[in-house]
């Protein structure tokens, strides 16, 4: 808000100055804080969110064959990413759980946390919306397909969850893009491209953590995790899941 349009504050606006005034030194200590509604009609305009991170940290992009199917299945693909947000902060849930020795881990998890249970809550309301019916979906094979590959030891374990967790945001957010440029639905596109930006930090908050756990760099396990992540997108898979790979 620029000084100039800034009205006086008088008494009765002391409790919204130090509320404004808490805020501002959250989000100078890297805490961004969540102000969006469950209900999608009331979001924010959406920004513009540099995504070249996101492609750089990925090993290949999303087939066109993916989007297609996806475009032509909108309704399991809508359930399919509340199921994502539900899991996300499932995960998140039990390292806050697992690693209560860290302020800030904890702190970033809780943050996690909030934001993926909006985002669940934001999608349950687009499905109602839409009045489809939740419906049973197994698991596809993307997530399973990385975790095979975990460490059975510990701290070495969790630092290969959170790299996976990584991928798996970052690939969301490639994932919501590309849906955004081509899905003839206005009010669905705007919220895809509104994800864009917590999901596009999200990745980078999953590997600043899985580091913080490991006392040796972490970029050989996320160099493989890579391979194996970009193996899972663009070989030929028989379900189509939000995170699936090209259909078969």
Same mark, same amino acid.
């Given at each position: 808000?620029?000084?100039?349009?800034?009205?006086? #504050?008088? %008494?009765?606006?002391?409790?919204?100055?130090? =509320?404004?005034?808490?805020?501002?030194?959250?989000?100078?200590?890297?805490?961004?804080? =969540?102000?969006? /509604?469950?209900?999608?009609?009331?979001?924010?305009? !959406?920004?513009?969110?540099?995504? /070249?991170?996101?492609?750089?940290?990925?090993?290949?992009?999303?087939?066109?064959?993916?989007?297609?199917?996806?475009?032509?299945?909108? !309704?399991? #693909?809508?359930?399919?990413?509340?199921?994502? *947000?539900?899991?996300?902060?499932?995960?998140?849930?039990?390292? #806050?759980?697992?690693?209560?020795?860290?302020?800030?881990?904890?702190?970033?998890?809780?943050?996690?946390?909030?934001?993926?249970?909006?985002?669940?809550?934001?999608?349950?309301?687009?499905?109602? *919306?839409?009045?489809? *019916?939740?419906?049973?979906? /197994?698991?596809?094979?993307?997530?399973?397909?990385?975790?095979?590959?975990?460490?059975?030891? =510990?701290?070495?374990?969790?630092?290969?969850?959170?790299? #996976?967790?990584?991928?798996?945001?970052?690939? /969301?957010? =490639?994932?919501?893009?590309?849906?955004?440029?081509?899905?003839?639905?206005?009010?669905?596109?705007k919220y895809y491209r509104y994800l864009l930006k917590s999901e596009s930090r999200h990745f980078e908050d999953y590997l600043a953590l899985a580091q913080s756990l490991s006392e040796d760099n972490i970029d050989e396990r996320v160099a493989f995790f890579k391979e194996v992540e970009s193996e899972l997108i663009s070989s030929p898979d028989? *379900?189509?899941?939000?995170? %699936?790979?090209?259909?078969?």
């Open positions: 808000m620029n000084k100039e349009n800034m009205k006086p #504050i008088n %008494s009765s606006d002391n409790a919204l100055n130090d =509320e404004l005034m808490n805020d501002n030194d959250m989000a100078k200590d890297g805490i961004e804080i =969540e102000k969006d /509604s469950a209900d999608i009609t009331q979001l924010r305009t !959406p920004i513009k969110v540099d995504l /070249s991170p996101v492609y750089n940290f990925l090993g290949t992009q999303t087939t066109q064959a993916w989007v297609d199917a996806a475009i032509n299945n909108l !309704p399991l #693909i809508i359930q399919d990413h509340a199921n994502c *947000e539900k899991k996300a902060a499932g995960t998140a849930m039990n390292l #806050i759980f697992r690693y209560e020795f860290s302020y800030d881990l904890q702190c970033k998890l809780a943050q996690l946390i909030r934001e993926e249970m909006l985002h669940y809550e934001q999608v349950l309301g687009i499905m109602n *919306e839409r009045g489809l *019916e939740w419906k049973y979906l /197994s698991a596809g094979r993307y997530a399973k397909g990385m975790l095979k590959h975990k460490r059975t030891y =510990e701290p070495a374990a969790m630092v290969d969850v959170l790299i #996976i967790g990584a991928f798996i945001e970052a690939r /969301s957010c =490639e994932r919501f893009a590309s849906l955004a440029e081509v899905i003839d639905d206005e009010r669905l596109a028989t *379900e189509l899941r939000f995170h %699936s790979g090209t259909p078969a």
